[in-house]
């Protein structure tokens, strides 16, 4: 696990190539130090995933790294101690809960963010060395019902298309995957590959007009929840005009008829659908004549599509037009399901999800698991599928599961109905965290916690969307007494008497232990094949991407055969009835609550929140509406508003940006503890899941808005960060030299004079520049410390609040001139432009300064480009560009 001096020094001196460890597109990265030892990342322009591009998550990597608010030291019912005290703890009480309860009495909840390592020898200690196959993944959350879909239709979870097949294709489907801010550097080679060759339409399946909508040639906004009986209408509708390839179907499928006959039930002609999913008829007609008209189709899918009680349905509902026309096995065509993590596929291949086993075999196979089991050489192996996210988290609050250890995500924010697992963990006998931070929503439930290695500083690889596997390298020393997830989970299996599996020295290691398991798989007639990876460790430092199967040195493509991975070697279709959401909208709860991801945040923000140029975008928690929803809760856009479901509430603030259906709501996933108050999206989601693939339905959730009764509201900005007052609502958003605190308050006091100074105590001698007004219920100081701005606060009972750009701006300025004194207490100077809301991470521009420049001539995203520097670097933020020309002209 060390590494030698000379290893850093030669690191030091040369760019290392590496993977972002964000969304599922595996970009290539380059890391290297700048003259002045910091470290850059730009994107890898020899990795297949991107060729040198990267998002504007991507892109502010380097702002990420450092050791602030890292775990740094074991930790054993709070206090420090060392890796022996801290694994024999872990050890020891597995192995007396295993004594006293079984086996199906402990659980590992793992995540996609972990490295194919890591998974590896976690699953192995699970499913063959206790026993149980109660180990589960975060990915359980955005990509099984792919899997499911993929098992059902083909025999195994493969991926059958490339990201080369994007630019192949004559026509892609975008369904349910606000690509353009999810996966934006795939958006951006589909956005290059139409300016090359405008022929390739694009068309967005999706009830919100998104940045996806906005670029694309059509836009079908579907109503909520009836993606089957879109694809199950053009399922009959290309049966019914001769788009059928009859040989493919003959040759390579079973179930046709079967599939036929259940779509016909809901969807028996082109306006029965477009009926019972909100369309317009001609609208329908347009796409099912592209999608039967059309060779080389792919059509895309992502959480839109898995995040639902019927989301196995919903895929199975896809590929059965492709197997029904042929579209799959060939160039620019297939079924193509975008993962949400980096390494959510590295799971999978691996066994991480309760329901596989390993190297894509079955647990449900006899045969599968006698011969895992011979290959581990193992004591055992779980003899049936474990318990999946939400029911194990189920199990852990009824006291079924008496120990779980969860690495490396946080579950108290980003599972549905997340207060009850919270109450779950602080019931739980046994809580293991392994984490790189010390602060998040689900680390204070955690009786034993274990510092683990970052991005940056680790080594082992990843699979992305497109079966590439990739190499994350460390290029960052290990800080304080943080260790890689593989070597602490082979440290615990040892002392639970394991030794003779979790012998390993590196990953390389491991690696070779997975790739020589899929020799096994391939006997079984399984697609994933790294045999010719097998045998290689030394080669393991220097490996470039390489895309798998890989049949004898060779990488070729799955299917393109006409063969599966079924025990015939056919396909299936998959009959899928139509049918609604678990639970629809009631009287009580009249709207639809739907949860996602936005541009330039992830996850619970435990890191992205580190980069302050991702802060800037959307710097608070919000709820999107259409304007008639927001007027009959009787709320105005930039109030803020609550969100109540039967599950539970959150707080947000409401606004109408145009995107939204009449009756749905949306809100991001991203806000947690550390973040804002009483914000987490998970509270209110509904805990219904897949009854096949378990995914929870995160897209459909029965809400209500209500207005609040807000008797006073504010913001600090600040040098440091600084604790909230004692308010209903917060929400705090890291700056650039600067901390951005919002908040609102009802029946306790406002933050006055007397709060401010006990707050920042450091800048009791500073000059305070004060405005109170007791009546009217403001308060507004600026402390001026040396010439500069140390902090300043605005709090008002009415009127509005100035906005935060210029204010924020005096922090990076070296000294106050007399002009910016004279504009503190106002918030604003009028002879400065307000630039808005920041449209552009990269370089700060916000949508006043470029509506100013569609006004002065600028006419296009490039030429913006050219005057203000937007949309020149990641490109991240063009869609929305292209917007507000469109926006400005009318």
């Known amino acids: 696990m060390g590494r030698a001096a000379g290893d850093w020094q030669r690191r030091l001196s040369a760019a290392v190539r590496t993977t972002c460890p964000y969304c599922g597109v595996g970009c290539g990265v380059l890391a290297q130090q700048d003259a002045n030892a910091s470290w850059q990342v730009r994107g890898d322009p020899d990795h297949p995933a991107n060729r040198g591009r990267l998002c504007s998550k991507g892109t502010a990597l380097a702002a990420t790294l450092g050791e602030d608010g890292r775990l740094l030291q074991p930790q054993v019912h709070g206090h420090d101690v060392g890796w022996d005290a801290a694994l024999d703890a872990v050890a020891s009480g597995l192995r007396r809960c295993i004594e006293d309860h079984g086996p199906e009495s402990v659980a590992l909840y793992v995540s996609g963010q972990l490295l ?111 993606d089957v009986m879109l694809f199950n209408g053009l399922l009959v509708w290309l049966a ?71 989301g196995a349905d919903k895929v199975n509902s896809i590929i059965n037009c492709h197997l029904l026309t042929g579209r799959i096995g060939r160039r620019g065509m297939g079924p193509f399901s975008i993962t949400g993590q980096p390494n959510a596929m590295g799971g999978r291949e691996v066994g991480g999800l309760s329901t596989q086993l390993a190297a894509h075999l079955q647990l449900q196979d006899p045969a599968h698991r006698d011969a895992v089991q011979a290959f581990w050489q193992s004591p055992s192996i779980a003899a049936q599928p474990g318990l999946k996210a939400v029911e194990l988290f189920e199990a852990v609050h009824d006291g079924r599961i008496k120990a779980i250890w969860i690495m490396a995500t946080n579950p108290v924010v980003s599972l549905p109905d997340a207060d009850r697992v919270r109450a779950a963990l602080a019931n739980c006998p046994l809580v293991i965290v392994s984490d790189c931070v010390s602060e998040n929503d689900t680390l204070p439930y955690a009786h034993i916690r274990l510092p683990a290695a970052a991005w940056g500083e680790k080594e082992g690889t990843v699979t992305n969307s497109d079966r590439h596997i990739s190499r994350q390298r460390a290029f960052l020393p290990l800080p304080g007494l943080a260790r890689p997830d593989w070597w602490i989970t082979c440290e615990v299996a040892k002392r639970m008497g394991f030794a003779t599996g979790f012998g390993f020295d590196a990953p390389a290691e491991i690696f070779d232990e997975h790739a020589r398991l899929t020799a096994v798989a391939v006997q079984f007639g399984m697609q994933l094949d790294l045999r010719a990876l097998a045998g290689k460790t030394a080669e393991y430092a220097e490996m470039t991407p390489r895309q798998w199967p890989i ?165 600090l900005l600040s040098r440091r960060q600084v604790n909230a007052p004692d308010a209903l609502w917060w929400s705090r958003s890291p700056g650039d030299g600067v901390h951005r605190l919002e908040f609102a ?132 933020c063009r869609p929305e560009i292209t917007r507000l020309i469109s926006a400005s002209r009318s």
């Open 551 to 715: 049949a004898e040195g060779t990488q070729v493509r799955p299917f393109a055969d006409g063969r599966f991975s079924t025990p015939d070697g056919r396909a299936r279709f998959v009959p899928t009835m139509a049918r609604a959401p678990r639970h629809a909208p009631t009287a009580e709860f009249p709207l639809i609550l739907n949860t996602g991801r936005i541009r330039d945040q992830w996850h619970t923000m435990t890191r992205t929140a580190r980069a302050p140029a991702l802060n800037a975008h959307e710097p608070e928690p919000f709820v999107d509406a259409h304007p008639q929803d927001l007027s009959a809760a009787g709320i105005a856009p930039g109030e803020l508003a609550r969100v109540s479901t039967r599950w539970g509430t959150m707080l947000a603030r409401a606004r109408a940006s145009g995107d939204m259906p009449a009756g749905m709501l949306f809100v991001p996933i991203h806000w947690s503890g550390p973040f804002a108050r009483e914000s987490r999206a998970g509270a209110a989601v509904n805990p219904v899941v897949d009854s096949l693939s378990g995914e929870p339905e995160f897209k459909h959730t029965p809400a209500r808005l209500e207005r609040i009764d807000i008797r006073w509201r504010g913001f």
């Open 240 to 310: 019914a005009k001769g788009s059928m390839d009859s040989a493919f179907v003959s040759a390579s499928t079973e179930g046709m008829v079967e599939a036929l006959q259940a779509a016909r039930v809901a969807s028996s002609d082109i306006q029965a659908t477009a009926q019972a999913c909100g369309l317009d008829v001609s609208m329908l007609e347009q796409f099912f004549t592209l999608f039967a008209s059309t060779e080389r189709v792919v059509t895309l899918f992502s959480q839109g599509v898995n995040q639902s009680s019927v």
């Open 745 to 876: 308050g009802h029946h306790s006091a406002a933050p006055d004079s007397p709060w401010m100074r006990q707050a920042l105590p450091e800048l009791q001698s500073a000059e305070w520049i004060e405005y109170g007004d007791a009546g009217a219920g403001s308060y507004r100081v600026a402390l001026v410390q040396e010439g500069r701005l140390a902090a300043c606060m605005m709090v008002v009972r009415h009127g509005e609040l100035p906005p935060r750009a210029w204010l924020t701006s005096l922090f990076a300025h070296p000294l106050l001139d007399a002009a910016d004194r004279r504009w503190l207490l106002r918030g604003h100077r009028v002879d400065v432009p307000d630039p808005g809301p920041t449209v552009c991470a990269c370089f700060a521009v916000g949508a006043n300064s470029i509506r100013d420049a569609v006004r002065a001539g600028c006419d296009s995203v490039d030429a913006i480009g050219k005057r203000l520097r937007a949309g020149s670097n990641c490109g991240s």
């Open 116 to 226: 194919t390592e890591d998974y590896y020898v976690a699953n192995k200690l699970m499913k063959g060395y206790v026993g149980t196959a109660n180990i589960d993944t975060n990915s359980r959350l955005c990509m099984s019902s792919a899997v499911s879909g993929h098992v059902r239709a083909f025999g195994e979870d493969v991926v059958p298309v490339d990201y080369e097949d994007l630019e192949a294709a004559d026509l892609l489907v975008l369904v349910g995957s606000n690509l353009a801010w999810c996966h934006p550097v795939l958006m951006q080679r589909i956005q290059a590959e139409r300016e090359r060759r405008p022929a390739l339409k694009v068309i967005a399946i999706d009830p919100r007009r998104t940045a996806t909508a906005e670029l694309s040639d059509l836009h079908l906004p579907l109503r909520s929840g009836t």
